[in-house]
């Protein structure tokens, strides 16, 4: 146990989400506790994490996790272990909540991306139809995340595309997608930022500049591709075809790097199989179904096409996250750190113990 590389869970407390700070102590070493000096709080080594107050043991819970994660039927892994399918379906959900956690934590982080590849899937739902939007960064092969609704609409594809600007730095961006209209819109309207000029009133919104927008449309005729459309719509010919030799090499315009995408869920997520029987019950329990594969797939599964940056090349290794492969069992237990505190707003002049306060924990933003 090493307390200088853990930090306090407790949302109340000033020290919270900050490690080498002398606040967090050892409470016990036989329960594997801390304490916090300066909430006088105790905690567990798995507060945060899946593991959190489950009588089954870790490794077992990897296991099955990691066998769901890579497509094996929930009645699979009852007859095999035991368990009873509502046990499996809470540690599914728990894990899909760690999965969105880490993904918000770490790949939500401004990059420099290149080009983003962006598709929807159409997923079976008892009693109807749900939509499931995903987007990748094509260089890296990074799931950038997903977003899930009843319906098709602008909303579905604005929500996407915001997790889209969070992940993306100021530099040229190329976004390719297929031909609904909804994305161009939501792109020109997402990738703004406020002009403060002190003035009253609403701010003026600010375009990005170098946000280039291609779109691939296809023809079909008896369910079989007969033409193909590749449209810019916004951008030169010149600047799009340098954004796309940079990130994936030869070739045109395409989007086949989010349909492989799509087609490793449809194999890991059950009721994303075409002309399967298995059907999703709740819109909730997809959404954490996408964030276990989709973490598992950037933090824990090397890619072929990465071979170029080394053996063994995650997503997330190539985007510069990680440094290493991480195992399932890493990834369910990653402690993620809440927001830090900030001081609270008030009127006059702050008192002398809330000066020691922001100058111990909020250093240069005080």
Same mark, same amino acid.
């Given at each position: 146990m090493d307390p200088t590389t853990v930090f306090c869970p407790n949302t109340y407390c000033h020290a919270r989400g900050q490690t080498g700070q002398g606040n967090i102590g050892i409470h016990s070493q036989k329960e594997q506790r801390f304490i916090c000096h300066e909430c006088h709080k105790t905690f567990s080594a798995r507060k945060g994490t899946v593991f959190y107050r489950l009588r089954t043991s870790a490794e077992t819970v990897v296991i099955v996790m990691t066998l769901l994660a890579h497509g094996c039927p929930v009645q699979a892994i009852v007859a095999a272990f035991g368990f009873d399918e509502r046990t499996v379906a809470e540690w599914w959900a728990r894990s899909g909540r760690q999965g969105q956690a880490v993904h918000e934590s770490l790949v939500e982080q401004p990059r420099d991306l290149g080009q983003v590849q962006a598709d929807e899937l159409r997923v079976k739902k008892q009693g109807g139809i749900v939509w499931m939007a995903l987007a990748m960064m094509v260089k890296t092969r990074l799931w950038l995340g997903g977003e899930v609704s009843e319906q098709r609409d602008m909303p579905l594809i604005r929500r996407l595309i915001e997790r889209v600007k969070r992940c993306a730095a100021h530099r040229p961006l190329l976004i390719c997608t297929d031909g609904l209209v909804s994305y161009i819109r939501a792109i020109r309207e997402t990738f703004r930022d406020p002009v403060h000029t002190g003035?009253?009133?609403?701010?003026?919104?600010?375009?990005?500049?170098?946000?280039?927008?291609?779109?691939?449309?296809?023809?079909?005729?008896?369910? %079989?591709?007969? &033409? #193909?459309? /590749?449209?810019?719509?916004?951008?030169?010919?010149? =600047?799009?075809?340098? $954004?796309? @030799? +940079?990130?994936?090499?030869?070739?045109?315009?395409?989007?086949?790097?989010?349909? %492989?995408?799509? &087609? #490793?869920? /449809?194999?890991?997520?059950?009721?994303?199989?075409? =002309?399967?029987?298995? $059907?999703? @019950? +709740?819109?909730?329990?997809?959404?954490?179904?996408?964030?276990?594969?989709?973490?598992?797939?950037?933090?824990?599964?090397?890619?072929?096409?990465?071979?170029?940056?080394? =053996?063994?090349?995650?997503?997330?290794?190539?985007?510069?996250?990680?440094?290493?492969?991480?195992?399932?069992?890493?990834?369910?237990?990653?402690?993620?750190?809440?927001?830090?505190?900030?001081?609270?707003?008030? =009127?006059?002049?702050?008192?002398h113990a809330l000066k020691r306060l922001i100058a111990r924990w909020c250093g240069d933003h005080g």
């Open positions: 003035k009253g009133g609403r701010p003026r919104l600010r375009p990005w500049r170098q946000v280039l927008i291609a779109q691939v449309v296809k023809r079909y005729e008896r369910r %079989r591709v007969v &033409a #193909t459309d /590749r449209r810019i719509v916004d951008g030169t010919p010149a =600047r799009v075809e340098t $954004l796309r @030799r +940079r990130s994936q090499g030869e070739g045109v315009i395409n989007t086949a790097y989010i349909e %492989r995408l799509n &087609a #490793t869920f /449809r194999e890991r997520l059950a009721s994303l199989t075409r =002309r399967g029987r298995a $059907l999703a @019950r +709740r819109t909730l329990t997809l959404q954490h179904g996408m964030y276990l594969i989709g973490t598992v797939y950037n933090f824990c599964t090397p890619h072929t096409s990465l071979a170029h940056a080394g =053996r063994g090349t995650t997503p997330a290794m190539a985007a510069g996250i990680t440094d290493h492969c991480w195992t399932v069992q890493e990834l369910l237990s990653f402690h993620v750190p809440p927001p830090r505190w900030t001081p609270p707003k008030q =009127r006059g002049r702050p008192s």
